[in-house]
């Protein structure tokens, strides 16, 4: 089944503990995106990577890395999380058309609480 | 100013009506659009592209206003299911940033 995973679904921590949020997609995509979502702000682009070894920033980059070191994977690092870090996190992915023209398949989520 | 801004809502109406919603843009160099269906903080789902002539898949209509730098969904006979948040979607010439509106809640109810 073509699908988007990520783990965990669910993760409470405390401020400065490091932490990875992975991301894994079956569909060869070339394009994957992480986004975190908060009420009345909606998704938010965080960092996006087009291929292996190739990222770039989104709108709210502060406080996270990434790498691509496979085609299929994407994790999130957050080094020292904060309270502010608190959100619902989607990894998404999809064919590289161009300029992001592509179907976005996400994850089901991350729901994370830094306390 | 946010780049893409939606009427968060929420339109509340009755089973077999007609809902139609706005999302607008600032950015003109704003290439392709979308609309996507959230279900009560699921992950979002593709509902349709928007293309520039207008389209139709069903019960629902997208339309492009570029002059006016708007998009528009509409939803004829609504059905229960159509409840959900829809999220409006913008990418640009020459960047593989995506922009996301912060969504317009329907309810449809029975």
């Known amino acids: 089944e073509a699908q988007v995973t990520q783990n965990p679904r669910y993760l409470i921590t405390v401020t400065g503990k490091k932490l990875t949020v992975t991301c894994s997609q079956n569909m060869n995509h070339e394009y994957m995106s992480w986004y975190r979502q908060d009420p009345g702000l909606g998704l938010r682009q965080i960092y996006y990577?087009?291929?292996?070894?190739?990222?770039d920033k989104g709108d709210v980059p502060e406080g996270y890395k990434v790498s691509r070191k496979e085609k299929r994977n994407f994790p999130l690092i957050l080094e020292s999380p904060s309270p502010n870090q608190t959100s619902l996190y989607f990894c998404a992915s999809s064919p590289l058309v161009t300029s992001g023209e592509g179907e976005q398949f996400f994850g089901p989520g991350t729901r994370l609480t830094v306390l | 100013r946010k780049e893409v801004e939606q009427d968060p809502g929420p339109f509340n109406v009755p089973e077999g009506a007609t809902v139609a919603f706005n999302c607008t843009y600032s950015?003109?160099?704003?290439?392709?659009f979308f609309w996507y269906r959230q279900d009560c903080r699921k992950e979002p789902k593709l509902l349709m592209s928007?293309?520039?002539s207008g389209n139709e898949d069903g019960r629902f209509t997208a339309q492009l206003n570029r002059a006016s730098q708007y998009i528009s969904l509409l939803i004829r006979d609504s059905k229960l299911s159509d409840s959900a948040t829809y999220l409006c979607v913008v990418t640009y010439t020459n960047d593989y940033k995506l922009s996301f509106g912060a969504g317009t809640t329907v309810t449809v109810r029975a």
């Open positions: 990577s087009m291929n292996v070894e190739v990222t």
């Open positions: 950015n003109s160099a704003s290439q392709s």
């Open positions: 928007v293309y520039s």
